[in-house]
């Protein structure tokens, strides 16, 4: 169905000669393409007009050979969706200027049709999948249910998120509620995402590593779970940042593949989660600054030790906006031309 | 020799009835009478000045009723005393406007005499020891030298420290030269610290969690290795934030006590390090957020997974400046009533 299908071969589990390779925000600030786009169009304008977003998502397949795209868009378009304001504030990252600070709040956010409020992005995913011509898979996503819950909280990104997470121990219940409605959206959003034609989804959990074990099970596990049991029609993979304690309770709700940051050891995950699961990762993204020739070796060393089976290399984490192009392409390469 | 010595005791491994607390950052914002001098005084006044140090330093012990004073002061009077201009910028954090960015500078620090560069420190620490009258040790401190090498190289704050590991990845050689020169500067700043009067030594290593594994072995443990070997007199603890993936190798440097971060739990990380060595940590501190019965629940739920023996109760990273008073002392109080 695909030219190129590796990447959902990987997903379910076939012995291929290499893994696939995608980049977490390969289409972004190291492009310099994306760069002339962003200087013209504001970033909602490159979200909501579905040809820019199409244009954008295609780039790292064309120019970096990429085995799959990831749709060009925003976690918060969630918040959006529950009506909720977001400002992209440049240098500062998104500012939600009227955060959920009431237990009332928390609990009566109408519940939308993500059909009708986000129509935009199942547009720019049908447009994306056409312009792909069947070339690669398309990725679709949403953030986790507790990350969303982050920023709607707390009103702006944070290191620590200590607005968001007093809430959570001051009103319990509250909290709970609201990672309910969103954990609703987040199912009919991916599900909304397939129909428009993406072949695989991942959740964002980019700030469950904020929280303890017990926090996470609480706050952020429960959640997950539900979206990964209420996505049809495609695999998921679950991407959850700095939650090494959690890896084998990520891996039992049923997700088909487990993105790993690069504090990660590669045999250490998968004694954690049996060989059932394909894993994804783990570069270092801040290695991409350093010398192509280092970049092809620790490659090399990064697959030796994941194995080409259950396996889909990628960044540990986003790709960096001052990564130089060539070294975008070198750790692309790199995984390509493994040989067994 | 002290009043109060369950610190020293819990080091030594000692059978105790209920462990010590402190609070990392307990001199700090959430006090009122510090927000007081801070408004009369810029930062480098209260570091500098001895009577002002003795006076923050002192606080926590009267107010809150910690069993060990940590020295008011800060990491980055290292830098300084290499010869690098530190400025700390409210709201901003701070900001080296002179960072490390040759290969030439990297190699050619001036190696300082602590005992002239910071005396300031060590007449801060007499000052505070005489104040302290015996009642409780005194903590001294250092940044480990990956964590200050981030600030130094980086130039200021950062999610990532991707500029100063773009450094190590494109100079490893000048890096390591880098580092090792923070070393040596470390160790003679504590034993420094030790000869004016602390009973103790920390270690914090602050950003030791933005490296891989691998990546950890190469930049940041054996420079704490040398330290921990190097301090002679007290005894040491190791704060690696972030590094799960290291305890085992942090225990091996022969330090005596090891701090936690609240991603950890207690259990496991007893069983990565074995019975000989004292645990720190590693109450959530945004839990402080929270009401005083749950924080006094978790708390006693978090000695009985520690116990009692080779365990120092304390928070998992620094006290949160809105945290209330009468909160952070729950915490306090509720250590100090645990019965076993």
Chains 1, 2 share one sequence.
Not at 24 to 42: F, I, N, T, V, W
Not at 95 to 114: E, F, G, R, Y
Not at 311 to 339: C, T
Request: some cysteine.
């Amino acid at each position: 169905m695909y030219t190129n299908d590796l990447m959902l071969r990987a997903l379910k589990g076939e012995k291929l000669q290499r893994p696939p390779v995608w980049m977490m925000r390969q289409a972004g600030r190291y492009l310099p393409d994306y760069m002339k786009l962003k200087e013209k169009h504001s970033f909602f304008e490159r979200i909501e007009n579905p040809e820019l977003a199409t244009e954008i998502t295609v780039m790292p397949v064309d120019q970096i050979g990429v085995d799959a795209a990831i749709l060009f868009s925003d976690i918060l378009v969630v918040p959006q969706a529950l009506g909720m304001e977001v400002q992209m504030i440049s240098g500062k990252g998104p500012v939600l200027p009227n955060p959920v600070s009431s237990i009332s709040q928390a609990q009566t956010l109408p519940k939308p049709d993500v059909e009708e409020k986000l129509h935009y992005v199942m547009d720019a995913i049908k447009l994306t999948v056409k312009t792909l011509d069947k070339k690669v898979p398309l990725i679709g996503f949403v953030g986790s249910p507790w990350t969303l819950f982050c920023y709607m909280v707390e009103g702006h990104g944070s290191k620590d998120f200590s607005k968001a997470k007093a809430f959570c121990y001051q009103h319990p219940s509250a909290a709970k509620k609201l990672l309910q409605s969103i954990t609703g959206v987040c199912i009919d959003f991916l599900n909304a995402q397939i129909k428009a034609g993406v072949a695989v989804v991942q959740i964002f959990d980019s700030w469950g590593g904020l929280l303890g074990p017990e926090d996470y099970k609480t706050y952020s596990l429960p959640y997950i779970d539900q979206i990964v049991k209420g996505v049809k029609g495609a695999p998921s993979i679950v991407f959850a940042k700095g939650c090494w304690f959690a890896l084998k309770e990520l891996a039992a709700t049923g997700t088909d593949g487990l993105g790993l940051d690069w504090t990660i050891n590669p045999k250490w995950a998968r004694a954690q989660v049996g060989d059932n699961i394909t894993l994804q990762g783990n570069f270092d993204p801040s290695k991409l600054l350093g010398q192509s020739k280092d970049i092809q070796k620790e490659c090399m060393l990064m697959i030796d030790n994941f194995g080409t089976q259950n396996y889909i290399a990628n960044l540990g984490h986003g790709i960096l906006p001052d990564v130089p192009v060539h070294n975008a392409k070198a750790f692309v390469d790199s995984v390509k031309n493994y040989q067994v």
